[in-house]
């Protein structure tokens, strides 16, 4: 048996600070010119060049006021602020690439589903099967009061809600229009066979849907399903509907258990274990030698802001790290942000303090680093591949676009030259090239219950 090739994204976001802040301060680092649509059009073909299988562009609702309970450090930082949005970035990067995936981040909680389908279905034709959606429900106050609600959903209520929103785009992306309803037939004066569209009535506990999807399918008609929860009841979630999950884990035991976690949730929804890719967060630094290498990350460490991350972790975690003392034990709260982390960091016995998280997030980040020469990362990296059973890894920036060129430019060579990357990009729809497999949902997918119904794609639901 052939060894596993290792499936790659670039991790990023439309803005400034993504996830190792602070080195909007080095001199060359280009992500204050993230408005423009050069910067980002040359980091797509920089991508595509290295031959990755897709820009994953996170986002988030709402801004980070948890840490000092104010906005100033982000705003000084630009820590995700500004922030714009990433289905219009993906959607004007489709023509300066050819086989380089989009994922794209959205929160459910406050996009309708009915305009939402359509929006994706658009993406999906003009980048002619290139689309995969980050499936969020948010986890910020911020972002709930800013849309008019008192604060935010209860965490296992929003994927009681998800659940709901994931089966009315199923219906209106799989059951909606059948695959032969278009003719676009001149001479006999039909596009559409009116008897191959039919109506979409939902009415559920959040949602209420009567209507007919906008789009005619489109080459994936359901987007990669892209996912990051890993609560109970996110891997629950995950199991029924992900096809990839995106983990964290700062080493391989940690990262073993998880994968292992999220196979055996996709195994009780009735699907394939091994139909569920698995992506770790990383960041890298590299350059010829482990001296090189070594000199840059000490260089990079000096613009970095670990105070700047901290205040990102507070906002993921809802607990304020700066009224601890800096050798003060975190302490367990219950908080409606991400539930996973917060267990995490705040179990009996993890020891972890402020000063503990500031020397975490010495870089500004607290994903796993690599740092070395090409053959050490590559070295590194498969050891994470073979050891944990993960698919890939979501590769963050440092210094942009410096970071993700010195990668391709040193560290893909030698994962090809051990046959452990792609030499060049299989053809047809991001599906199809994560996968190897068809451009749709698969047989077993729950999302695949809405497909050909006929006349009554409401007809059946998913399972709780």
């Known amino acids: 048996m052939e060894p596993k090739q290792l499936q790659l994204n670039a991790f990023d976001m439309n803005c400034i600070g993504h996830i190792n802040h602070g080195l909007w301060t080095h001199p060359r680092d280009r992500s204050t010119e993230f408005g423009s649509l050069a910067y980002w059009t040359e980091l797509a073909r920089l991508l595509e060049r290295g031959l990755f299988d897709g820009l994953f562009i996170a986002d988030i609702l709402g801004v980070y006021d948890v840490y000092q309970g104010s906005i100033d450090l982000p705003l000084k930082e630009a820590i995700q602020l500004p922030v714009n949005d990433p289905l219009l970035l993906a959607s004007a990067l489709l023509g300066a690439t050819t086989h380089l995936g989009f994922g794209v981040t959205a929160n459910l909680s406050h996009e309708p589903p009915y305009l939402f389908a359509r929006r994706l279905s658009t993406l999906d034709h003009l980048s002619q099967g290139r689309i995969g ?38 219906k209106l992306w799989e059951g909606s229009w059948e695959d032969d309803a278009v003719l676009a037939d001149r001479a006999a004066r039909i596009h559409t066979q009116p008897d191959k569209v039919h109506p979409v009535r939902h009415q559920g506990e959040f949602y209420r849907v009567e209507g007919y999807h906008l789009s005619a399918p489109s080459p994936q008609r359901t987007p990669v399903l892209f996912q990051a929860g890993s609560s109970e009841r996110g891997l629950r979630f995950a199991g029924r509907h992900a096809e990839c999950v995106f983990i964290g884990g700062s080493n391989p035991s940690a990262v073993r258990d998880q994968v292992v976690r999220v196979r055996r949730a996709a195994e009780a929804a009735g699907r394939d274990p091994q139909s569920v890719k698995l992506f770790l967060g990383i960041s890298a630094v590299v350059a010829t030698s482990e001296a090189e290498a070594r000199d ?38 219950k908080t409606n942000a991400i539930e996973s982390v917060v267990k995490t960091f705040t179990a009996p016995g993890a020891g972890w303090t402020r000063r503990r998280l500031l020397e975490q997030h010495a870089l500004g980040g607290r994903y796993p680093l690599l740092v070395g020469s090409p053959v050490q990362v590559a070295d590194e990296l498969l050891h994470w591949l073979d050891d944990t059973g993960l698919d890939g890894f979501n590769l963050t920036r440092t210094v942009t676009p410096e970071s993700h060129a010195d990668f391709i430019d040193l560290v893909i060579p030698e994962l090809q030259a051990r046959g452990r990357y792609k030499t060049a990009y299989a053809e047809g729809t991001l599906r199809e090239k994560l996968f190897g497999a068809g451009p749709r949902l698969p047989a077993e997918h729950p999302g695949s219950a809405w497909r050909s119904l006929g006349a009554a794609p409401q007809a059946r639901r998913l399972g709780g």
Do not use: C
């Open 133 to 170: 959606w980050n499936i969020v429900t948010g986890y910020l106050d911020s972002a709930a009061r800013a849309m008019g609600q008192n604060g935010l959903v209860e965490h296992d209520r929003r994927y009681d809600q998800a659940d709901e929103y994931l089966e009315v785009l199923y």
């Open 296 to 333: 840059k990350l000490a260089e990079y460490r000096r613009h970095a802001n670990p105070e700047a991350g901290l205040a990102h972790f507070s906002a993921s975690t809802g607990i304020d790290f700066s009224r601890y003392g800096l050798d003060e034990p975190i302490r367990y709260q």
